[in-house]
């Protein structure tokens, strides 16, 4: 792979002050990218990331703001547009998990989860589809005129009891990356998806934190390890360059296999 694949183009990756964002954002950097650092409250978090990438020569930028929120995300959006001059890839990768067993979840749960897991990635991906539009194709950086990478899951096609609010947030990304992919192809932008399977970050650390937990969690994974957010922050790199220009619309799952039933395996 062209180790400097993102030379010369600007990135958002929103909810980047932590896990997989936060391995998206220096993977970015490495390969050449200038990378707006997305958070919501871990100001402290943001700016340390964008400190390393800038100790080892990268560009970044630390920005504030609630991708469930309109003006914030505009906001968000003129703040990196006013930084570096454009956008070429956004990474929609901010989101949260408030589980509760389905007769017990509350309204505000519910509409908090869709809100930043969904809305959140409609509301950036619609500012990010008007910067591609507006600037087009720019040759010497990229052949699409832009690239939009939705962070989904493989509970994106797997029920998850106790997760109705995650799981359905999830399914709806499926339907609308591949909605926009349809309609924004002839701009020359690419849409597509990454769905994990389980990565290690605070989001599930209730998973990983003790050995029964753990043993429990790798009966799931045929590969027998969990995923590191680096192995995320690979894929994207690749989804992001031109070394994958042609997919479009497609969700790439990286589980270590748990998308094969691994409850099945004994026949
Ligand atoms: N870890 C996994 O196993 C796994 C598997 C499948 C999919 N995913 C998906 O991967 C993405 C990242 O998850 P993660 O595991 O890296 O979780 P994480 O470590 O908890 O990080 C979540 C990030 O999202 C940010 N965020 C939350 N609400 C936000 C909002 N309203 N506006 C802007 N940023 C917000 C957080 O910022 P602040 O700290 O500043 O609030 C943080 O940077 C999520 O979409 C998640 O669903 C994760």
């Known amino acids: 792979m062209n180790t400097k694949a993102l030379q010369g183009q600007v990135a958002l990756v929103t909810g980047a002050s932590s896990g997989i964002g936060k391995a998206i954002a220096i993977a970015f950097a490495e390969a050449g990218a200038k990378v707006g650092v997305n958070y919501r409250s871990s100001a402290e978090d943001a700016e340390q990331i964008v400190s390393g990438i800038r100790e080892k020569g990268g560009e970044a930028v630390a920005l ?3 991708v469930a929120k309109e003006d914030q995300v505009q906001r968000l959006f003129s703040e ?7 956008i070429d890839i956004l990474v929609n990768n901010a989101g949260l998990q408030k589980d509760a067993n389905f007769i017990d979840m509350s309204l505000e749960d519910w ?3 869709i809100d930043v897991n969904l809305t959140g ?3 950036c991906a ?3 589809a008007k910067e591609f539009i507006r600037r087009g194709v720019v040759e010497e950086r990229s052949c699409a005129a832009g690239k939009i990478i939705c962070i989904s899951s493989v509970h994106e096609k797997i029920p998850w009891a106790t997760h109705a609010n995650y799981a359905a947030s999830k399914g709806g990304i499926n339907m609308l990356m591949r909605t926009i992919a349809q309609e924004l192809a ?4 690419r849409v597509n998806s990454i769905a994990p399977g389980a990565i290690k970050t605070p989001i599930n650390r209730q998973d990983w934190e003790n050995e029964e937990a753990k043993a429990e969690l ?3 994974i045929p590969y027998q390890r969990i995923g590191k957010p680096e192995d995320v922050a690979r894929m994207a790199v690749w989804l992001a360059s031109d070394d994958s220009d042609y997919v479009v619309g497609e969700t790439l799952f990286i589980d270590g296999g748990m998308m094969l039933y691994p409850g099945f395996a004994e026949g």
């Open 64 to 66: 504030q703001a609630n």
């Open 80 to 86: 990196l547009i006013e930084t570096y001059g454009t």
């Open 111 to 113: 509409q908090l989860v």
């Open 121 to 123: 990635q409609f509301l």
């Open 126 to 128: 619609r500012e990010a």
């Open 186 to 189: 002839p701009h020359k932008i």
């Open 218 to 220: 790798l009966n799931l």
